[in-house]
């Protein structure tokens, strides 16, 4: 049976790399992308948000924030502005990061770039957050099994 293989690469460092994948799917500009292998080629933005792998009944998550997908002959490369896998992410980190965005916000500043970065802020930290919970109750169920945080 076909598989996929992924590598995740950012301007740092290469995040992720995995062979004999089953399913990912990724944070699209325009929706959710479901790939499986013998998927057609497409090239497509990303937006940021959570993108999941699936590889033997084991889910990973990953926090990835823009760039571009490529999928050809069953090989899914992303070149990703940042990304994070979930056990990377520093939950008090983004906590902060989501409050202080919260904040900046709330003081009503009519700098619209200022608005914008703080909207961005609080996106980011919000994706971390959403991400880390969703970790710790699979953690807390026994282990790795894939569960609908909804």
Do not use: C, W
Request: charged share 30%.
């Amino acid at each position: 049976m076909a598989k996929l293989s992924v590598e995740i690469i950012t301007g740092e460092r290469v995040v992720y790399e995995e062979s004999d994948v089953d399913m990912v799917v990724a944070p699209g500009a325009d929706g959710s992308l479901g790939l499986l292998p013998s998927h057609a080629p497409l090239f497509t933005l990303l937006s940021l948000g959570e993108m999941r792998v699936i590889k033997g009944g084991e889910e990973q998550s990953l926090a990835v924030f823009g760039g571009f997908l490529e999928i050809v002959n069953d090989h899914i490369r992303i070149l990703a502005d940042a990304a994070e896998k979930a056990e990377e992410i520093d939950v008090d980190r983004a906590e902060v990061a989501r409050q202080r965005a919260e904040s900046r916000k709330s003081e009503g500043t009519s700098a619209f770039e200022d608005m914008m970065r703080a909207e961005a802020a609080m996106r980011r930290s919000m994706v971390r957050l959403k991400i880390s919970r969703r970790r710790q109750g699979r953690q807390g169920s026994g282990g790795g099994q894939s569960q609908n945080p909804n």
